[in-house]
Structure formats: C-alpha cells, structure tokens
C-alpha cells in the first residue's frame, strides 16, 4: 500500500518502499532541494530536516518510520515560521551574516538552528555551539553561523 | 528538439545566469582559440549590454561560494560606471565564455579577473565614443553616472548605455596575451580607472546568491534534474591495483535497475532512482584480484625517503655556497618533519551530469576545469570537442581539484552508453577513499648559525609523490584510452622556493618519489607542507638560541609587507615579546598556554602572519585552539566581508588539518572512510578569529583562498612549543601525539 507522508505542510502519496530512506523520496520522488547527501551515516547533517520539532537525519530515517508526522525542510522553513512569510527568521540572519559560502551543508544547518531555537529560543555562545555541534562545515562559516543564530534569536523573540 | 543557444537569446532571456539549452553550438573558433569557444580577442566576448542596461559579464573562471562572482561583477561595474545590481555574470560555460584555464591556484582576482577589468575599460571607452558622435561633442566633455552618459556642461542631454547599444555588438578588438590560460589578458585602447576613483571596488557588496542559497534555490550540480534521467553508482576497486575478474549478479530491486555496466575495471550500476542504485551497487557481486601496494601507515615516511625514484631531484632554490656555510658554522641546527596525507574533504560526495546524444554531449559538471573536462570527455567519447558542451554547476566546497571530474566523466561515459541522461554521485565511503588525496610529504632540515644568532645557510629537502596524471581524471574510466594520452607523471609540489626569508645561503631540493595513490592539489598545495615544517624550523632556531619568535623572524625579513604582516599580526595579538618556552612550560598545572607564529609572504601576491593562541592539557594531550589572529595583506581589497569570509574559512580548514587530519592507511587501501575515522574541526573546536586586514589600493590584487590556509599549522606548532616546551613535528597534533611527546 502506498505511504503518504506530510512535507512542508502539505500531504504526498509516495511510490517508495518503507525502508528507503527519507532523503532520496524527498529528493527524488518530491524535487527537493533543501536536504543533501553528504554522508549517508548520520554523521554530517546535510540531510537534516525537522520531524514536527525536532531535526533528524533523512539518510538514515527510512520513510515507512515517519508516519503522519510533519516532516519540513528548508523549503518549508518560511512557512513554518508563519503562512506568507517569504523567509524564515534564521534564513534571514543567515543572508545578513552573509554565512554561506559553497552553501551545501547550510540547509542541514539551518534546520540544526530552528531545531536548538525550538528548545533553547535565546541560547548562549556555547549552546549554541553545543546545538549545532554535530553538523559538519567544510568551508568554515562555524563563526558566521554562530552570530547568525543569535541574530535569528533575537529578531524572533 | 533543441533550442540554438547565442548571445543574443541570452540577452533576451534577461541574462539567465544559468542555462541548459542543447545544440547547435555557437561555432566562432578562431586560430589560436579553444574549439568552440567565443575568442578572447572580441570585447564581444567578455561583455553585452542589453537595451534595459542589463551588463552580462562573461569569464571562463567559476565560483564555488568564495564571493568571485560578486568582486567580478563590482570590478565590472566600476569600470563601466553602471550600478553593481545592473551587472550580471556568466561563468564558466564552455560555450559561452573564454577559455581562461582552471579555476584554481586562488588567482580568480590576481589573474582571472584582470580581461574583465581590460574589456569594461574598453567598453566604457566605446560607448563614450558613441556618446561623443551622437552629441558631436568631444568624449572628453561626457560624464557617465550609473551607465547615462551626459554632457557636463548640459547634464540635460543624456543617453544610457542601452540606448546607445543595446542588444547590439561592441565590434571591438582587443589585444590578447596568453591565449587559453589562466593568466591571459585582453586589453584595448583604454586605461581601467585609477585606484583612487573607486566607487564599487573596496565595498563588502553582499554575495547575490546568499539568499537563493539559503533557500536551496541556486543551482547545484547535485540538483540537476533532467527527464528520463537515471541514476549510477560506481563499483570502485577494493584497493588499488585490483581488477576485475568478474561480475556476478546482485540481488535484484526490479524494476527499478536498468542494468549494469562493465568495461575493464570500471563497474557501474544504473537505475531509475538513486536508492535502487545505491542498494543495486551494494549488492553487487564483484570479483577482484587482491593488491597491496601500500607500505601501512606506519611505513609511508619511511617509504618517502627510501623509495627509489626514476625522477632527478630538482633543484627550486640555490643561493650562496650552503656547504661552506654548515662546514665553517658556529652552530648547525637540524630537524626532520612529517606532513601526512590529507583528504580534501567535500561536504557533498562527487557528482556529475551527462546526457549524451548522438554526437553531442551537455555535461553538469562542478569541475574547476571544464576545458580539461571536456578534452577528456571528448576523447573518451570519441566526439569532436566543440560537440562537448561543459555547463559549470557549483558543486560543494572543494579546495583543490578532486573527484568531480571523476564523476562528471562517468556520467558521460554511462549517457553514452545507455542513450540517456545519467547522473553519477559518490558514496562517502568512496570519496574519502578513492578522491586524489593530498600527498603526504618528509622533510630535513638543516641551518648554520652565526656568533649572532642569525642564520648564515639552510638547507632543505623534501620527499613526495606529487600530483599525478596529468590531472585528468584518470580513476574511473576505462583507462587505456586516457592514459595513452597522458601517463602519470610526478612533480614536487613547491613552494619551497618562495621562502620570506633573504638567507645569504640557501638551498631548496625536491624528491618525487613514485606515488602509491593518486594525488592532487589541496588547498595550499604544497606551501602549507613547506611552511609547517620551515616556520616550525625557524622557530627551533629561535628557541634554542633564546631569541623571540617574532623578533628572530624580523631579523631576517627585509621586505616591507612581510615585515607588515608580521608587527599587524602581533599587534593584534598583544604579542609579549620573550623567547619560547614560555612560563607554562615551566608550571606543572594541568593546562598549559602558549603562542607561536607563523608568515607567508608572496603566496599568490599575498601576505600572511598568523598567530595562534592555545591551550594544551597535559593530562588528555588535547590542544585548543583559542584564538587565531590572521594578519593579511592581499593588495587591493575588493571586497572586504568576502575577503574576511575566506580568512576565517581558510584559517578554520588549516587549524581541522593540523589538529586533527590524516589519511590512514592499511597494505591494500586507505582505512580512513568516514568522518569518524577522518574527524575535522566541529563548532565547539572552532577558534575565535580575528582578523586584521592591509589593504593596499595601488597593489593589484592577489590571492585569497589559499594564502591565510598556509600558516596555521606552523603557528599552532609553535604555540604548542611555547605552552609545553615539546616540539611535535608531525601532523596532525592529535591527544595521543601530544601525550607520546610529553611522555
């Protein structure tokens, strides 16, 4: 029988068997571009996208797990935040803290950001250091991301 | 069908940035030209300007988030006067700009930029001239302001740039100099503006794609979709050297796998989603001859310097009689250092797109070398190289040339085969194992001492295996053909001969032994090998004769950026002048502080000193980087918050390298697969940077990626001198190297 899954608000019937990992239907059956393959092991964070409020792991989270749960991704982000907004607070802060450079782990960080600011809402240099700990950067925007958090806590407070 | 894509369809399409149309190609190769490509002796060719003023800026160079395409556009605008935001960039297309050589080498603006500065120049001055005709007054009475050209006596009349020719050709020669190559010039009639004119240059512009990235809207090679598009993984040998012997079945996931493809030793899995082809090519049964062509990883310095080696030793600097020096010294110093191998270490395993039809071929490529992609894919292919059309994607951050061609390659070879487009990407696994690794690198040292304490000779030699192959991408295809056409060949990486220091005696000899992997640039190449074992070196010297590190430094610098760097970077550290060990070395507390510098000076005409602060803990061996501070002088500042980017992003990767990264290695293969086996540096690992920046308006630019990503390891070193008094002289300096030396 086929899944259906809820991405970025909205219902998906998916072709993909249960154990597929989520990354590849959001990639492949739904065109998202928000999560990457960067490791296939849960060990870098750009596949990172939030499960209701809290951030997983799509390469290693197989679809068939999800259930009805709310799955949002970078693409989903401005919504989240409120219907009509063009961008997220934390896509804002990180445009004003000009953070991204080759750009290809900042959706997997982003996420890592509203995920820490869903537990944390004003966090402090080391936790959120801490938050985005595991998430991996190998152009070295950590300094840029870290202000651009706080930034991000700010306006949404 | 497909769509004939020209300057003019670009121009009406509002100067789409990015473009996928198919064939014909635009054919205007001239003599001297690379086939196919518009000729860098048309202004033509660098710039248009549409009938709304739109400026489209063409260059052969690409961007990979370092903030070129922003500097490109403000070094256009500025010579043009038109406003920044009217300035849009085309990069790299092999159709569509100039061969201008790989983007690489961190020479975007010292080099690449340099015909776009000429030809906006030019065109200023033929749109002047337009101007100057169409009121019958003298160019030299016009003004321009944001692309309209008045007459200064009557601002009233006025006409903008695209009225004056829009949609239309410049049809204007410009003198070229080395064709094909990243420092080829075209220049015309036209002085570019003086320094101190400056309007849009020297501005922290903000990057345009910043917020189609954080939205996942800019266009990524990873992201390419075409219809009917299928997906591969690659079956890579179990260790180099093996071959194939057979192919046997996988369990099958139909009917999503569409089959396989084997010739020689290149084995592939295709199907119609990339899940199905992950789990086809894992699944796959592969037999391969067994090969162990490694010495371990205990044994591969020792191999370095033993291994016999068809290649003469070279010989990059001699200066002054450096035997006499050590025979007749007061005092001789020596040391020996060990840089390992290192991973390049993209975030987004390679990938690549081909969809190969009939005698054409479009190729999604994140390749800092399209003209090479797509010699060696027209080769492999059997096509005519105007045929071979290589879009440049930005891939993820890679910091040398690596598996990206590798991917963009088999992609095309697999469209080729299969009739339809094909996207390839690597498993981590595979990119950490199987992209051209930095090779490692051995180095002695030797320096004479005068009564003084000043160095009188040095003498340096170091062991590698070079770059291979001709840096084409030579792992993954069926090799015979390529190799025929460029065999491995080794080369010492360098550097050694930039030294900042004027000694009276001085000599620099590479060896290139034979490699056991392949190896390609990694960001610094070469210099950052050379500098953590010479600055590391120098700071011996110092030591042992009771000098300050930074004075012992000044006494042998007489060049006045080198000595700039040099006081900027301790000023901003508040350096207390005193020699090393300092008094941490002496406590028995559990935590340990120290400070050591480092300087590169002239690395791609840019200046460097880094000062590292840390804290080493006796107990764990664990080094913290506190705080780095970067000394910077790269010429000319385009644009300072992208400058400042790439210091902080450069001094990141180069403290992960000298913490925590090395390439392991067993008898048959490479055992570093993952991030847990080839850690880099987390956030919470991550130092404070300061920076401090020299800008100098009348020095044309120099480099910027690679230069402030040459000194932290040396400066690291030597604040792990200076807080515990041990010298580690071998990357990287993990918790249990420390230990062992404290030991």
């Given at each position: 029988?086929?899944?259906?899954?809820?991405?970025?608000?909205?219902?998906?019937?998916?072709?993909?068997?249960?154990?597929?990992?989520?990354?590849?239907?959001?990639?492949?059956?739904?065109?998202?571009?928000?999560?990457?393959?960067?490791?296939?092991?849960?060990?870098?964070?750009?596949?990172?996208?939030?499960?209701?409020?809290?951030?997983?792991?799509?390469?290693?989270?197989?679809?068939?797990?999800?259930?009805?749960?709310?799955?949002t991704t970078v693409e989903g982000l401005p919504k989240l935040w409120k219907n009509g907004a063009k961008l997220h607070p934390v896509q804002q802060a990180w445009i004003d803290e000009q953070a991204p450079q080759c750009g290809y782990c900042q959706s997997g960080m982003m996420i890592a950001a509203v995920s820490l600011l869903e537990r944390v809402p004003q966090p402090n240099e080391s936790q959120i250091k801490q938050g985005l700990n595991g998430h991996l950067c190998r152009c070295g925007t950590q300094p840029r991301i870290v202000k651009a958090v706080a930034r991000a806590a700010r306006s949404m407070a | 069908m497909s769509t004939t894509l020209t300057r003019s369809t670009l121009l009406k399409a509002g100067g789409a940035v990015v473009v996928a149309f198919g064939f014909p190609?635009?054919?205007?190769?001239?003599?001297?030209?690379?086939?196919?490509r518009p000729d860098a002796a048309q202004l033509d060719s660098w710039l248009a300007v549409s009938r709304d003023g739109t400026v489209t800026a063409f260059t052969g160079r690409i961007d990979f988030g370092q903030r070129k395409r922003t500097a490109f556009a403000q070094i256009v605008a500025e010579e043009l006067d038109v406003p920044f935001e009217s300035v849009v960039m085309v990069m790299g297309d092999t159709s569509l700009t100039v061969s201008q050589g790989p983007s690489t080498a961190s020479d975007g603006i010292l080099d690449g930029a340099k015909p776009l500065r000429h030809a906006a120049a030019e065109a200023r001055r033929v749109l002047l001239d337009l101007a100057s005709k169409k009121f019958d007054v003298p160019a030299s009475e016009l003004v321009v302001n944001k692309g309209?050209?008045?007459?200064?006596?009557?601002?009233?009349?006025?006409?903008?740039?695209?009225?004056?020719?829009?949609?239309?050709?410049?049809?204007?020669?410009?003198?070229?100099?080395?064709?094909?190559?990243?420092?080829?010039?075209?220049?015309?009639?036209?002085?570019?503006?003086?320094?101190?004119?400056?309007?849009?240059?020297?501005?922290?512009?903000?990057?345009?794609?910043?917020?189609?990235?954080?939205?996942?809207?800019?266009?990524?090679?990873?992201?390419?979709?075409?219809?009917?598009?299928?997906?591969?993984?690659?079956?890579?040998?179990?260790?180099?050297?093996?071959?194939?012997?057979?192919?046997?079945?996988?369990?099958?996931?139909?009917?999503?796998?569409?089959?396989?493809?084997?010739k020689g030793d290149f084995v592939a899995v295709v199907a119609k989603t990339e899940w199905a082809a992950i789990r086809g090519a894992e699944s796959l049964d592969v037999d391969w001859t067994s090969a162990q062509t490694l010495p371990g990883n205990d044994g591969i310095f020792n191999y370095l310097r033993t291994a016999h080696s068809d290649v003469e030793p070279e010989t990059v600097l001699r200066v002054g009689d450096v035997d006499a020096a050590l025979a007749g010294a007061s005092k001789v110093f020596s040391a020996a250092y060990n840089y390992p191998s290192q991973n390049h270490g993209m975030i987004g395993p390679s990938c690549g797109v081909a969809d190969v039809r009939g005698n054409e071929a479009t190729v999604y490529s994140g390749t800092q070398d399209a003209a090479k992609v797509r010699s060696s894919i027209a080769k492999l292919l059997d096509l005519p190289e105007q045929m071979v059309r290589v879009l440049p994607y930005e891939p993820s951050g890679c910091y040398g040339r690596l598996g990206l061609?590798?991917?963009?390659?088999?992609?095309?070879?697999?469209?080729?085969?299969?009739?339809?487009?094909?996207?390839?990407?690597?498993?981590?696994?595979?990119?950490?194992?199987?992209?051209?690794?930095?090779?490692?690198?051995?180095?002695?040292?030797?320096?004479?001492?005068?009564?003084?304490?000043?160095i009188a000779a040095w003498d340096h030699q170091e062991w590698t295996w070079g770059f291979v192959g001709e840096e084409l991408p030579v792992m993954l295809i069926p090799r015979g053909q390529i190799e025929a056409e460029a065999p491995p060949h080794v080369r010492p990486p360098g550097g050694g001969e930039n030294s900042a220091y004027g000694f009276a005696a001085a000599r620099v000899v590479g060896h290139a032994v034979p490699p056991l992997l392949r190896g390609l640039y990694m960001r610094s190449p070469g210099r950052i090998q050379v500098n953590f074992a010479g600055e590391q070196f120098m700071d011996e010297i110092a030591a042992a004769t009771g000098q300050d590190a930074l004075a012992f430094r000044l006494r042998h610098v007489t060049d006045e950026r080198t000595v700039a760097v040099l006081n900027e970077a301790a000023r901003a550290a508040n350096w207390q002048t005193r020699p090393s060990p300092g008094p941490d070395a002496r406590s028995r507390a559990r935590i340990a502080r120290g400070r050591g510098i480092a300087v590169v000076a002239n690395q791609r005409s840019t200046y460097v000193a880094t000062v590292a602060e840390v804290e080493v803990d006796r107990q764990t061996g664990n080094v913290r980087v506190r705080r780095m501070t970067a000394a910077v002088d790269p010429g000319l500042v385009v644009n300072p918050d992208?400058?400042?980017?790439?210091?902080?992003?450069?001094?990141?990767?180069?403290?992960?390298?000298?913490?925590?990264?090395?390439v392991k290695y067993g008898k048959s293969k490479v055992t570093t697969a993952d991030w847990l086996s080839y850690p880099i540096l987390r956030f919470t690992e991550v130092p404070e940077i300061q920076i401090a920046l020299i800008n100098r308006p009348t020095v044309p630019p120099g480099g910027i990626g690679e230069p402030p990503n040459t000194t932290p390891p040396a400066a690291i070193g030597n604040a792990i001198y200076d807080a515990i008094g041990v010298r580690i002289r071998e990357l990287p300096y993990t918790p249990a190297r420390v230990k062992a030396a404290l030991a």
């Open positions: 029988m086929p899944l259906t899954i809820v991405v970025n608000g909205k219902a998906h019937v998916v072709e993909s068997a249960p154990d597929t990992p989520l990354l590849y239907v959001l990639r492949d059956e739904l065109g998202l571009d928000g999560p990457m393959f960067g490791c296939g092991l849960s060990q870098c964070g750009a596949c990172a996208v939030m499960l209701d409020k809290r951030e997983i792991r799509s390469c290693t989270t197989a679809v068939g797990s999800v259930g009805n749960r709310a799955i | 190609l635009p054919l205007r190769a001239a003599e001297a030209v690379a086939p196919g309209i050209v008045s007459i200064a006596s009557d601002p009233s009349k006025k006409v903008s740039y695209g009225e004056l020719i829009g949609n239309r050709q410049f049809n204007t020669t410009l003198k070229v100099t080395n064709y094909d190559k990243p420092t080829l010039d075209a220049v015309g009639i036209a002085q570019p503006k003086d320094p101190s004119q400056y309007k849009i240059v020297g501005k922290s512009i903000p990057a345009a794609e910043i917020p189609k990235k954080v939205t996942a809207t800019w266009p990524r090679v990873h992201n390419v979709r075409l219809p009917g598009m299928l997906h591969a993984r690659l079956i890579l040998p179990p260790a180099p050297g093996a071959h194939v012997t057979r192919v046997g079945s996988m369990i099958p996931h139909a009917p999503d796998i569409v089959g396989v493809i084997h061609d590798d991917a963009t390659v088999a992609a095309a070879f697999l469209s080729q085969q299969l009739r339809k487009p094909v996207r390839v990407q690597m498993m981590r696994g595979q990119e950490h194992t199987w992209e051209p690794l930095q090779p490692p690198s051995t180095f002695s040292f030797r320096a004479a001492v005068d009564t003084s304490g000043k992208g400058i400042r980017a790439q210091i902080e992003g450069a001094t990141i990767y180069a403290t992960s390298r000298a913490l925590k990264e090395e």
